[in-house]
């Protein structure tokens, strides 16, 4: 069973930066689109990037856009979402997901496989 697992949340100021990871459990994970969403205390669980198979092609939601960076290694098995300029907003549980179709990496429907997610925690 293809596992993903995400790593390096924690909690940080505003202003500071933090790099999650994904990273699978599969040696086909090049052939995943990897995307990464978020869900904070009362809110519905929210896209946040996106990105192709080889890392060429990044997706980005406006909420984050300069400020987040979302890259892969193939060879690692491994998709990074760097943060920085961290807003208390930003405050969430985060969490990678990955699809082998051609659907829009904008909507949860589209993956089919989940981590268990990461909290990041922003103070003010």
């Known amino acids: 069973q293809v596992q993903f697992v995400e790593s390096g949340g924690g909690l940080v100021q505003a202003g500071d930066s933090l790099r999650l990871s994904c990273t699978a459990s599969?040696?086909?994970?090049?052939?995943?689109?990897i995307g990464w969403f978020r869900q904070a205390p009362g809110k519905e669980r929210e896209f946040v990037a996106g990105?192709?198979?080889?890392?060429?092609?990044?997706y980005y939601s406006d909420s984050i856009k300069g400020r987040f960076t979302i890259s892969r290694d193939n060879a690692l098995n491994t998709v990074y979402l760097q943060m920085n300029s961290l807003k208390y907003e930003d405050t969430a549980i985060y969490s990678c997901?990955?699809?082998?179709?051609?659907?829009?990496?904008?909507?949860?429907?589209?993956?089919?496989?989940w981590g268990q997610g990461t909290q990041v925690t922003v103070s003010s």
């Open positions: 990105i192709s198979t080889n890392g060429r092609i990044p």
């Open positions: 997901a990955a699809t082998l179709s051609g659907r829009s990496l904008f909507f949860a429907s589209s993956y089919e496989v």
């Open positions: 599969t040696p086909a994970f090049g052939n995943y689109r």
